[in-house]
């Protein structure tokens, strides 16, 4: 008689709908705020470009246009980044399988398979590029999508030692794919009345904000890794820091914040140095005293902050355009 626990299991392929539904779900972290992050740029540039072409010309652009087209790059963002969370797990599962955070995700654990995650992959990106091509009104939407789809591709092997050989870490692609939707902004709002070469030079100062800004947050969240890491000789710019963790930490987000003061500047919204810098400002300088290079774990929080920074500034910026309007 077979015992109790001779029962055979469920691979993934068997596994009942409803439980490779939720995997597929956490696989593109769709449970979690990290998604969010993806979206803050391109909605943020959306926003501001809708705030600048009201004040200019309140008669001729519609209000919820403006509202619309933000809706519209925010879920184009958020699908795009959870296919690009699954490349990141189909490539990373073997180091995934090592590190004791990353250990659980469906892939790296066996709960789902490599084609049921391309597959699921591939659904999310092209419901991306169709919304983004809705979005854009079918104009330069492969400017749109290309270089980011490029940066994605590369983050995960970011990790690896030639491009370390060569200087060059994970947070680099992550930064361009997370700034550069600034000039999708621009796009959605002005892409009809302006050339892409004007768009990306508009878009400039938030992307390099937002560029420093994410290797900011996205250096102090790795951090937690360090032991991990360590151990399967991961590339990561918190490396090339060393015991300078904290000094390294304190230029990006000065970078950051420098950034900030050429487009608020080109903006002109009193509400906005105050929404925005004041409290981005106050922000970093709170979660830069906590931080401490001999408690990894202490970079956790950082990150979750920005996330909320993400979210207020989103705020701050649509209350720009009604007062705009």
Same mark, same amino acid.
């Given at each position: 008689?077979? $015992?109790?626990?001779?029962?055979?299991?469920?691979?993934? *392929?068997?596994?009942?709908?409803? @439980?490779?539904?939720?995997?597929?779900?956490?696989? *593109?972290?769709?449970?979690? @705020?990290?998604?969010?992050?993806?979206? &803050?740029? $391109?909605?943020?540039?959306?926003?501001?470009? $809708?705030?600048?072409?009201?004040?200019?010309?309140?008669?001729?652009?519609?209000?919820?246009?403006?509202? @619309?087209? %933000?809706? +519209?790059?925010?879920?184009?963002?958020?699908?795009?980044?959870?296919?690009? =969370?699954?490349?990141?797990?189909?490539?990373? *599962?073997?180091?995934?399988?090592?590190?004791?955070?990353?250990?659980?995700?469906?892939?790296?654990?066996?709960?789902?398979?490599?084609?049921?995650?391309?597959?699921? =992959?591939?659904?999310?990106?092209?419901?991306?590029?169709?919304?983004?091509?809705?979005?854009?009104?079918?104009?330069?939407?492969?400017?749109?999508?290309?270089?980011?789809?490029?940066?994605?591709?590369?983050?995960?092997?970011?990790?690896?030692?030639?491009?370390?050989?060569?200087?060059?870490?994970?947070?680099?692609?992550?930064? &361009?794919?997370? %700034?550069?939707?600034?000039?999708?902004?621009? =796009?959605?709002?002005?892409?009809?009345?302006?050339?892409?070469?004007?768009?990306?030079i508009k878009a400039l100062p938030l992307a390099i904000a937002v560029f420093?800004?994410?290797?900011?947050?996205?250096?102090?969240?790795?951090?937690?890794?360090?032991?991990?890491?360590?151990? =399967?000789?991961?590339?990561?710019? +918190?490396?090339?820091? $060393?015991?300078?963790?904290?000094?390294?930490?304190?230029?990006?987000?000065? &970078?950051a914040l420098s950034a900030t003061i050429f487009l608020l500047r080109a903006?002109?919204?009193?509400?906005?140095?105050?929404?925005?810098?004041?409290?981005?400002?106050?922000?970093?300088?709170?979660?830069?005293?906590? &931080?401490?290079?001999?408690?990894?774990?202490?970079?956790?929080?950082?990150?979750?902050?920005?996330?909320?920074?993400?979210?207020?500034?989103?705020? %701050?910026?649509?209350?720009?355009?009604?007062? *705009?309007?």
């Amino acid at each position: 008689m077979a $015992g109790k626990n001779d029962s055979p299991s469920l691979d993934s *392929s068997q596994k009942p709908k409803p @439980y490779l539904a939720t995997d597929l779900i956490v696989l *593109s972290r769709f449970h979690l @705020y990290n998604g969010w992050l993806a979206t &803050f740029c $391109g909605v943020w540039a959306t926003l501001l470009a $809708g705030a600048k072409k009201l004040a200019d010309d309140s008669d001729l652009t519609p209000f919820d246009f403006v509202l @619309y087209q %933000a809706l +519209y790059v925010f879920i184009s963002g958020y699908i795009f980044c959870g296919a690009g =969370m699954v490349w990141n797990d189909l490539i990373d *599962s073997a180091i995934d399988r090592e590190v004791a955070r990353t250990k659980n995700r469906p892939l790296a654990a066996g709960r789902v398979t490599t084609t049921q995650a391309i597959v699921w =992959m591939t659904v999310q990106y092209i419901f991306s590029w169709w919304l983004l091509n809705r979005t854009l009104g079918g104009l330069n939407v492969p400017h749109a999508m290309v270089p980011v789809t490029i940066s994605t591709l590369l983050y995960p092997f970011g990790k690896r030692q030639f491009f370390h050989k060569v200087y060059v870490y994970p947070q680099y692609f992550l930064g &361009f794919t997370l %700034a550069y939707p600034s000039v999708i902004g621009q =796009m959605a709002i002005s892409g009809h009345h302006q050339s892409f070469e004007d768009s990306v030079i508009k878009a400039l100062p938030l992307a390099i904000a937002v560029f420093t800004w994410t290797l900011y947050l996205n250096t102090a969240y790795s951090y937690q890794d360090k032991v991990g890491d360590e151990k =399967m000789n991961v590339n990561s710019v +918190y490396v090339a820091a $060393g015991s300078h963790i904290h000094s390294f930490l304190v230029l990006l987000a000065g &970078f950051a914040l420098s950034a900030t003061i050429f487009l608020l500047r080109a903006q002109g919204s009193i509400w906005l140095w105050g929404s925005w810098m004041c409290v981005w400002t106050q922000s970093f300088a709170s979660q830069l005293i906590r &931080f401490d290079a001999k408690r990894p774990e202490s970079g956790g929080p950082i990150h979750k902050e920005n996330f909320v920074l993400g979210v207020w500034t989103i705020i %701050a910026c649509a209350i720009e355009v009604v007062i *705009s309007s």
